[in-house]
């Protein structure tokens, strides 16, 4: 549950904490009986422009759990990650008019079980795999991303089309043998081309990729393509 602390300082309100109810914002003023109401967002914010010291008054605002957070869960986070190993998964197909977006969850390391991957890999396999994929003779009017997500165990490849994971095998696998194999200079890997350069780990990158093929891709069996129930 999540609550907003609006912090006021000169009649300017910040972003100050969170606090666990949600069903409620704090509005720090200098004073009450100076509040107007924004009509889009239903928060009032202090007009009162006179008034020398801030915090000199709480007015709580009481809010329903749906006004302040009418969110619903992902579908990345309905995924039991305590059964989930490393696979090739479908993790949503998404339609944008009459094209289908399918989002591939290349899981290489097993949730909350192994190391997860440091950031120098994951960068250099993102600006490996996503060459790859941009200059693939078949798939690279296909590709619509390649990266990592915020838990370093995963990378999500979103394809233009209605796809299967099985379909996907081959070029899973052309792929990490690519990174597996590639040595010299990474891609874009310079100041005016990356925003993080320096942040690279070939090595690393390749004995990621050449584990994910030995233990994930080659005979990988049905049960790693089907997300677990």
Same mark, same amino acid.
């Given at each position: 549950m999540l609550s907003l602390l609006l912090y006021h300082y000169d009649c300017l309100l910040f972003y100050h904490s969170f606090c666990q109810d949600s069903t409620k914002f704090l509005l720090f003023t200098d @004073? *009450? +009986?100076?509040?107007?109401?924004?009509?889009? @967002? +239903?928060?009032?914010v202090c007009s009162n422009k006179s008034m020398p010291h801030p915090l000199t008054h709480i007015q709580t605002i009481q809010r329903s759990e749906r006004e302040v957070f009418p969110l619903k869960k992902i579908a990345s986070f309905t995924i039991d990650h305590i059964k989930l190993q490393p696979g090739i998964y479908v993790s949503r197909k998404d339609h944008i008019g009459t094209e289908t977006i399918t989002t591939f969850d290349l899981r290489m390391t097993s949730p909350n079980e192994e190391p997860v991957m440091n950031t120098a890999e994951v960068h250099t396999i993102e600006h490996l795999g996503?060459?790859?994929?941009?200059?693939? *003779?078949?798939?690279a009017d296909k590709t619509v991303y390649f +990266?990592?997500?915020?838990?370093?165990?995963?990378?999500?490849?979103?394809l233009a089309g209605d796809h299967k994971s099985r379909e996907i095998v081959p070029l899973i696998t052309e792929m990490f043998t690519f990174i597996r194999d590639f040595h010299g200079e990474v891609p874009g890997a310079s100041p005016k081309d990356c925003g993080n350069y320096l942040d690279m780990n070939l090595s690393m990158a390749n004995y990621l990729a050449k584990k994910y093929l030995d233990e994930v891709l080659t005979d990988i069996p049905a049960d790693r393509l089907i997300y677990p129930e």
């Open positions: @004073s *009450p +009986g100076c509040y107007t109401e924004n009509r889009t @967002s +239903g928060v009032k996503a060459t790859f994929l941009r200059n693939h *003779p078949t798939f +990266g990592p997500m915020g838990c370093r165990t995963v990378f999500y490849l979103l």
